[in-house]
């Protein structure tokens, strides 16, 4: 089914994406929530037990490293996203996003490049 990361644990890793890499302190201040050192410590162990991180000595501390990507993370959200919430239908997400999305025209035109490109793609 491919990778599943908790809520949590998805905020732990955006915010080292985002850094390119972490310490707890860092990933703590870098989370919206108010998480406790000691549980974001936990959270970053458990994703080194997945195999989703790993760690260096920084001085005192550790530094953590992605080891998966954003983008595997995001397919597999992405996939658990429609079969759950819209029944496998990706004109459903479809529909969904553009309707209940405030969407400027450049983007717009930049969505409908992309699935003009797919069109082209598969009609080969």
């Known amino acids: 089914m ?13 915010v080292i994406w985002k ?5 707890v ?3 703590k201040r870098g ?6 050192y000691p549980t974001v410590l936990t959270i970053l162990r458990t994703l ?9 000595q ?6 953590y490293y992605a080891r998966l990507q954003s ?12 079969d759950k919430v819209y029944r496998g239908s990706r004109e459903l ?7 209940n999305e405030d969407i400027a025209p450049d983007e717009l035109k930049r969505l409908k490049k992309l699935v003009d490109d797919r069109l082209k793609e598969v009609s080969k």
């Open 71 to 82: 983008d595997a993370a995001g397919s597999s959200a992405l996939s658990r996203l429609l």
């Open 58 to 63: 920084d001085g005192k501390a550790f530094r």
């Open 25 to 27: 302190a860092d990933v």
């Open 19 to 23: 850094l390119g890499s972490a310490t």
């Open 2 to 14: 491919g990778v599943q990361l908790t809520r949590r644990e998805l905020d732990v890793m955006s």
């Open 31 to 36: 989370l919206t929530d108010e998480l406790a």
């Open 93 to 99: 997400l479809m529909a969904g996003l553009l309707e």
């Open 48 to 56: 080194e037990s997945k195999g989703h991180v790993r760690h260096k």
